[in-house]
């Protein structure tokens, strides 16, 4: 075993390695040409330069924590490179790893983002286990109701009771419906919406949603035409999805996640990831990416400057 892993780690050091010395040599040559440039001309770009420096370093500290490398791998002999630490923190049910970018006053202005999730293997195998299946459906569920339940300004928690019904063009909103069922018939773009039902939920309509999010004690139901740039499904009994719905995110249900027409009448777009308690079958995806509540290596999906 002992040999294995170590196979393993030099694996990991020789595809990254080169990656990361062909990018330095890269900004190394780059530095040669601008020297050659004079004036204004040749300020302006070495103030670009050492920004382009500045974010390879960042990328490879990125690529470097993906692969598993030790956090100060290439500072030592002979590479002698500090590259900056590396931040994980969870967004919804994601890993998001960043590192920050220095601003000419030496402080952190911005920051590269990478959100990952954890690689499946082509057949899914690990998820034939009951207890990583209930180890993800627990996670799932308690960082979602937090993200529903404590939600942060501009958003407040709105409270009602008994049965509610919501039609038409909605703006962004946090609502938790007590001792009654949720009915969505909703149309346009919506930005962000949140709700927890102690009972059912229906989501149907013509809606586009950049994020919705949605617990529901009782069955949940995606019908309509609806499209989600970043869906959180969770029920505590079933889900149905039914055909024309779009969406990438993440759908958990405790008994079933059903498709009445075929899931292949419902588009899932990349990362998608669909997954009952109680039973291990699930939809054919190109790629499965399983949240960030169980130990895995991280796939990268989204990079982002900001």
């Known amino acids: 075993m002992q040999h294995s892993d170590a196979n393993s780690s030099a694996a990991k050091i020789g595809a990254v390695v080169p990656l990361t010395l062909g990018i330095l040599l890269s900004v190394t040559l780059l530095l040669t040409a601008l020297l050659q440039v004079r004036g204004t001309l040749r300020r302006v770009a070495l103030r670009s330069e050492q920004t382009l420096l500045q974010v390879y370093d960042v990328e490879s500290a990125l690529l470097a924590y993906l692969e598993e490398l030790p956090m100060d791998f290439f500072s030592g002999e002979p590479w002698n490179i500090s590259l900056p630490k590396v931040h994980r923190e969870s967004l919804g049910p994601w890993a998001s790893l960043s590192a920050p970018l220095q601003s000419d006053e030496g402080t952190s202005a911005r920051s590269i983002r990478v959100l990952a999730g954890v ?51 909605i703006p962004s909103m946090a609502l938790w419906v007590q001792d009654g069922d949720l009915s969505l018939d909703l149309k ?29 004690r009782g069955p949940l139901m995606l019908r309509g035409q609806a499209k989600v740039r970043h869906l959180e499904a969770f029920s505590e009994d079933r889900i149905e999805i039914s055909r024309g719905v779009e969406f990438s995110g993440v759908v958990v249900a405790r008994s079933e996640v059903a498709f009445p027409h075929g899931a292949d009448k419902v588009l899932f777009r990349y990362p998608s990831f669909v997954m009952s308690l109680s039973s291990s079958d699930m939809p054919q995806l190109d790629s499965v990416l399983v949240p960030d509540y169980v130990v895995g290596k991280l796939k990268p999906f989204q990079w982002s400057l900001r």
């Open 119 to 169: 690689a499946c293997d082509s057949a899914c195998n690990m998820l034939k286990s009951h207890k990583l299946r209930h180890e993800i459906y627990e996670g799932f569920r308690q960082q979602l109701n937090r993200e529903i339940t404590m939600v942060k300004p501009p958003l407040t928690l709105d409270v009602k009771s008994g049965n509610r019904r919501l039609f038409g063009r």
């Open 188 to 216: 346009g773009e919506i930005s962000s919406c949140r709700f927890i039902t102690d009972g059912s939920v229906e989501v149907r309509g013509r809606a586009d949603f950049d994020t919705l999010r949605v617990y529901a």
